[in-house]
Nanobody, 123 residues
C-alpha cells in the first residue's frame, strides 16, 4: 500500500499562484507515474496533469496548459503542481494520483489516490 499526502492548497485571488506538493510513502512500480486530478462541486473528477518517472513525458488538460506545470523529485518521492494565472474555475479539490505509466493517468487508470486538498480561487 502507498499513502499519498498532499499539501500547499488554500485560498488565492484570481491571477495568483499556488504550488501543490504530494509525497508518496514509498516507491513502487505503481508510483512510476504521478499526477493530479481535480473535482469541483457538482462535477466529475477530471484529469489535470501527469508526469512520467523520468519527467520526460508530461500530459496536461487543455484547460490548464500554459498555466500549470508538473514536476517531480524522485529522491523525495514527491510530485509538484505549480499553478499560475489561477482562475475562479480552477476552484476544486485537487487529488494526487499514481499509476504505472503517465499515459494510464491520462486515461484515468489510477492505482493510488491522495485524500485531496482544497484550492479556492476568489474573483
Amino acid at each position: 500500500q502507498v499513502q499519498l499526502v498532499e499539501s500547499g492548497g488554500g485560498l488565492v485571488q484570481a491571477g495568483g499562484s499556488l504550488r501543490l506538493s504530494c509525497a508518496a510513502s514509498r516507491r513502487t512500480s505503481s508510483t512510476s507515474a504521478m499526477g493530479w486530478f481535480r473535482q469541483a462541486p457538482g462535477k466529475e473528477r477530471e484529469f489535470v496533469a501527469a508526469i512520467s518517472w523520468t519527467g520526460g513525458t508530461t500530459y496536461y488538460a487543455d484547460s490548464v496548459k500554459g498555466r500549470f506545470a508538473i514536476s517531480r523529485d524522485n529522491g523525495k518521492n514527491t510530485v509538484y503542481l505549480q499553478m499560475s494565472s489561477l482562475k475562479p474555475e480552477d476552484t476544486a479539490v485537487y487529488y494526487c494520483a499514481t499509476s504505472t505509466a503517465s499515459a494510464s493517468l491520462n486515461a484515468h487508470r489510477v492505482d493510488y489516490w491522495g485524500q485531496g486538498i482544497q484550492v479556492t480561487v476568489s474573483s
